[in-house]
Every structure is written in C-alpha cells, then in structure tokens.
C-alpha cells in the first residue's frame, strides 16, 4: 500500500511539474481529504451513526486548520430525522463561518454523508457492503474544504458560510432543517453554491454542467470565460435535479449546483477514491475560485 501511494506522489510530481507549488498542494489536499473520507474505516459515513461524526470531526479539524469561526456555539448544528426505518436519529451539519462584517452572506455548501452499508438508495442490491461514496459527496467536501481554506485566507467583500450538510442521502434532511432552524439569516443570503458529486469528470467528453437559478445573464458569460478551454461546461437553467440547493430554491435564494453527473458507479459500493479524476477536481477547484472571487467582488 504504501509503495502504491509513493508511486502515486512521484507520478503526480512527472504529471503536475508544470503547475504552481500552490497547485501541487492543493491536489495533493484534495486528495488526502477524499482518501480519508471515502476509506472504509468511515464505512459510507452514515447520517445518524458514529462514523457520521468521525466525518464531521475530520471536517472541523480542517476548519480548524483556517480563520474561519463556528457559527454560534458551536461547529455542529444538530437535528433529528426518521431514517429508512423510521427510527428517530440525530444528525449534524457542520457550519464555519467566515466574518467580514459584510451585510450580505454567500453560502457555500457539501454534503458530507454517504449510505453506510447500504440500505434502499443503494444500487448495489442484495449486498451489505461498505458504500465510501468517493465521489458521492467527499469529491464535493474536498473541494469544499480548499475553498474554505482559500477564502479565508482573502480579503472578500461577503461573509461566508460554509455548511456541510448531512442526512442528504436520507432526504435531504439537512438543508431542509438548516432554512427551517436559521430564518434569521435568510434575508441575508445573496446566493448559495451547492457542490455535489464533481469527482468523475468524464477524461474525454470532459463535461461540466453548472446549473443557476435566480442571477443575472452576466454570470453565464462569466463562468465560460473562467472555465478552462478543454472542460466543455454546461450551463443549465431548468430541471434542477433534487439536491441541497432545493430549499434555498423554493425560497428564491439565487443558486449555482455544480456537478460532473451520474455515472455507473453511483450509490454502488464501487464508488471508491481510486476512480476519481483528479485532474479534474482540480480544475474544477481552480474554476469556482475564480467565479466565487468574480460574485464577491459584483454587486
Ligand atoms: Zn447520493
């Protein structure tokens, strides 16, 4: 195993000599961060379990790692849900946030949770096995964790709250909860990012899609403009596939969803960290960072 990782580093280093050291440590980041989140010693980061908090405690140490604060008390912000089985479980979204005493706040948002071992949205039928979710959402989370660390480290005209939602894969049980347990903050909101599932960038199509709701044209232009000439980026306007941005979209909060789409490993328990293009991921990091500083700096 270990030699397998040293060929892994020595390979990037031949693939990525052309890019910035900053680069380098990005990908090298994203790439740690998934092979956490997706190992089997998480076993699929079940909302409502003990390795749904070993997730969040890996998240909080790396916010801990920024300037960024926790939102009130405390890192986590609890609910409760049914699950499958219609018992009663606890579940955490965990919620940094980054103060620039601006009047309007942009929302930046991963799920962090998986099936488990299983269970009714698994794909792999019949098999109680460890489902790591690898793109299914720590593609998401990685990326979602260096453009914490980014953004904190710039002076931005937004204060920014970054959520990583859980009980997503239940019902989307976490951003259900957090528009319901935060009203205050909703007038404040300008716009919500929600990234899920951008690890299986397809290496000869290279397609993206982007979908926005509720912001200006100028954006589109914008976005194709950053994005880097060999990802053919999608810009989409309508049939949102249902995820985290949904609650902030029935309440008329702006929205980008950024995905790289299903494949044929979703919700199999062959979603695995081995399978993620990271090349990819990390054009994909470079994109939004410049979108994000564009939207920060626009009115
Ligand atoms: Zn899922």
Same mark, same amino acid.
Do not use: F, V
């Given at each position: 195993m270990r030699c397998r990782l040293l060929f892994f580093y020595v390979f990037l280093m031949f693939s990525y000599s052309a890019l910035s050291q900053d680069s380098t440590g990005v990908l090298l980041r994203l790439k740690k961060h998934i092979e956490i989140l997706a190992?089997?010693?998480?076993?699929?980061?079940?909302?409502?379990?003990e390795y749904e908090k070993k997730a969040y405690r890996y998240i909080i140490s790396e916010f801990s790692k920024t300037t960024l604060k926790p939102y009130?008390?405390?890192?986590v912000h609890p609910f409760s849900f049914k699950d499958e089985d219609s018992l009663k479980k606890t579940a955490y979204n965990v919620i940094a946030y980054l103060d620039n005493k601006a009047s309007k706040t942009i929302v930046i948002a991963a799920h962090y949770d998986h099936l488990g071992i299983g269970g009714?949205?698994?794909?792999?039928?019949?098999k109680k096995a460890i489902h790591n979710g690898a793109d299914d959402n720590a593609s998401g989370v990685a990326v979602f964790l260096e453009l914490a660390k980014s953004l904190s480290e710039n002076n931005l005209k937004n204060n920014y709250l970054f959520i990583a939602f859980s009980a997503h894969e239940e019902g989307l049980f976490g951003s259900k909860l957090f528009m319901a347990d935060y009203k205050k903050l909703l007038p404040d909101i300008r716009l919500m990012l929600n990234i899920d599932?951008?690890?299986?960038? /397809?290496?000869?199509? +290279?397609n993206l899609s982007l979908f926005t709701s509720?912001?200006?044209?100028s954006i589109d232009s914008l976005a194709q403009s950053y994005c880097p000439q060999d990802i053919y980026l999608k810009i989409i306007k309508e049939n949102f596939p249902e995820s985290d941005h949904s609650a902030f979209k029935n309440k008329k909060i702006p929205c980008l969803f950024i995905t790289t789409g299903a494949h044929e490993?979703?919700?199999?328990?062959? /979603?695995?960290?081995? +399978?993620?293009n990271y090349a990819g991921l990390l054009k994909i990091y470079d994109f939004l960072q410049q979108l994000i500083f564009d939207l920060d700096n626009s009115k």
């Open positions: 190992s089997d010693s998480l076993q699929g980061r079940r909302a409502g379990t009130g008390k405390n890192w009714t949205k698994s794909r792999s039928y019949g599932m951008i690890g299986r960038m /397809d290496t000869i199509s +290279k509720g912001l200006p044209a490993d979703y919700h199999k328990i062959t /979603d695995d960290a081995e +399978k993620i």
